[in-house]
């Protein structure tokens, strides 16, 4: 398949013409009923995951920094409200620049971060806020991406902070969700028939929010 550019020549469809342009990682939201990530980490890089009861998902684009529980919980659920629940956020994060990146965790309860496949970070357990960090060695371009956060109450010490330090900078900057792109969902979470990832931790291919599915902004789970 081709497409015309502007100049009037035809060029081979590459996948980076067809991502959307909506920024933003998939969200995923369930009720949880245990004491940590690694009790639900089979096959958490993957399509099918099951954290539990689903109770909310869409394509969340506000900044993954929040200094409590209390707004953690008001931030990416609607309705609901769990004594405890665990969140997945996945898609793409664009990097503009090669080299070695330090990614942290700042949360309570629990969290881990994989880029490109791999885990970076492991912030796991029943705590209060904690700092974990760990190190990529990216190339410029676009990575797979999943974060998982839990909390076991709606108040008490908590919260989720995700921040970077890119090659060339001093300090670290709250990741930067302009520059992320949303997964595909899986039809098992109810957003049509869409490309499945049967290739176990790879999320290059399930990319993005599938045509036709409802996108809700920041602002939707505000609403």
């Not at 035809?10 to 013409?17: E, H, N, S, T, Y």
């Not at 942290?104 to 492991?122: A, E, F, H, N, P």
């Not at 190190?135 to 908590?158: E, F």
């Not at 790879?202 to 939707?220: M, Q, R, V, W, Y």
Request: proline residues 4%; glycine residues 12%.
């Amino acid at each position: 398949m081709s497409w015309r550019a502007s100049d009037g020549t035809f060029q081979p469809l590459g996948p980076d013409d067809t991502r959307p342009t909506v920024p933003g990682l998939h969200l995923e939201v369930y009720s949880f009923s245990s004491e940590s990530i690694a009790s639900v980490e089979r096959g958490i890089l993957g399509a099918g995951w099951n954290g539990g009861s689903l109770l909310e998902q869409g394509v969340f684009d506000s900044e993954l920094w929040w200094t409590t529980r209390e707004a953690v919980y008001e931030s990416i659920l609607t309705e609901s409200r769990p004594s405890a629940l665990v969140a997945r956020w996945s898609g793409r994060l664009h990097t503009a620049v090669s080299g070695q990146h330090v990614f942290k965790l700042r949360s309570g309860d629990g969290s881990r971060l994989y880029v490109g496949g791999r885990q970076i970070t492991d912030n796991d357990g029943h705590h209060s806020m904690t700092e974990q960090s760990g190190t990529a060695i990216l190339t410029a371009g676009w990575h797979a991406i999943v974060l998982v956060y839990y909390s076991m109450s709606q108040h008490g010490d908590g919260g989720l902070q995700v921040s970077i330090l890119s090659p060339g900078s001093s300090s670290f900057e709250p990741l930067n969700m302009t520059e992320t792109r949303p997964r595909r969902a899986s039809p098992a979470q109810g957003l049509g028939n869409v490309d499945v990832c049967s290739c176990g931790t790879n999320l290059d291919t399930i990319f993005a929010a599938p045509e036709g599915a409802s996108i809700l902004t920041a602002a939707a789970f505000h609403s």
